[in-house]
């Protein structure tokens, strides 16, 4: 990561925090990206702790003003955009119960969310784009979920978010690979995150143990299970990876639609 120039969008908590953290103390500088001021500052204190350059930029991923300055921003201060995390998404709304079923939802909450979530991460690799091209090498990472390969109850925003991204992947690898723009998805399983939602889950035993079940490693998946993901994207080491989701779930795609069926058993019975 030495000397990269990186852009962490949603940079303030959870993944993204994490991410441009590493990122800086592995040699990046990095710009982070968030609606909260103090949270930013907090991030920007963190990097310089660990020896890292970095600065956090307040920007809205809803409004394309915001994200393409953090872009322009970060150019100026750092040198042209080679590295590019689409991390942000409406936090406000998705979790929140405002993402309901179709037949129930607010156009409103569905505009928030896919907003922050697909606009946003057009609108920020729309404005690194020419700065990587410039530099003749480049990587965009953008962020989606497991579920979005599978289903989840009552988040049809969400959902349609997070598959958009899949698809806006490969034809943004298609589209730059001639340009030495490399652009990939993460797919990012259950993720203890250290968010105080995520606490107050897991202090509930019977939540922790759905939730473990969900994965097959013996443990939960943290920020910096997908933050190390994310660096490996963003190094040299991952040259020639590109239109590729890299799913990074405990295994939690393996379970079958009924787990809980023994094939074997049963073909045993025949």
């Known amino acids: 990561m030495k000397d990269k120039v990186a852009v962490v969008t949603g940079g303030t908590k959870g993944i993204g925090r994490v991410t441009a953290i590493m990122m800086a103390q592995q040699g990046a500088k990095v710009v982070l990206t968030g609606r909260t001021e103090e949270a930013g500052r907090e991030v920007e204190e963190r990097i310089r702790e660990v020896g890292g350059t970095g600065m956090f930029v307040r920007a809205d991923n809803k409004i394309e003003a915001d994200i393409s300055g953090a872009v322009h921003k970060a150019a100026e201060a750092y040198g042209p955009v080679t590295v590019l995390m689409n991390n942000a998404i409406a ?11 179709v037949h129930d939802l607010d156009t409103d909450v569905l505009d928030e969310i ?21 530099a003749g090498v480049g990587s965009i990472i953008n962020i ?24 806006l992947t490969r034809q943004m690898a298609f589209d730059y690979g001639k340009d030495g723009i490399r652009v990939n998805t993460i797919v990012v399983g259950f993720t203890n995150t250290g968010s105080d939602n ?27 299970d997908i933050a190390n993901g994310a660096i490996y994207l963003a190094s040299d080491e991952s040259k020639y990876v590109t239109g590729t989701m890299l799913t990074i ?19 045993a019975r025949d």
Not at 251 to 266: K, N, R, T
């Open 91 to 101: 936090s406000d709304d998705v979790g929140s119960g405002r993402d309901s079923h």
């Open 114 to 134: 896919i907003k922050a979530a697909l606009y946003g991460t057009i609108w920020a690799s729309k404005a690194a784009i020419p700065y990587m091209r410039q």
């Open 144 to 167: 989606s979920a497991s579920s979005s390969v599978g289903s989840i109850p009552g988040r049809p925003s969400y959902q349609a978010s997070k598959g958009a991204i899949n698809s």
């Open 198 to 224: 995520f606490r107050k889950m897991l202090a509930d035993p019977q939540i922790k143990g759905a939730f473990e079940k969900l994965v097959l490693t013996p443990y939960l998946g943290e920020s910096s």
């Open 249 to 267: 779930d405990g295994g939690a795609l393996c379970h079958q639609s009924q787990p809980e069926l023994d094939f074997v058993a049963l073909r």
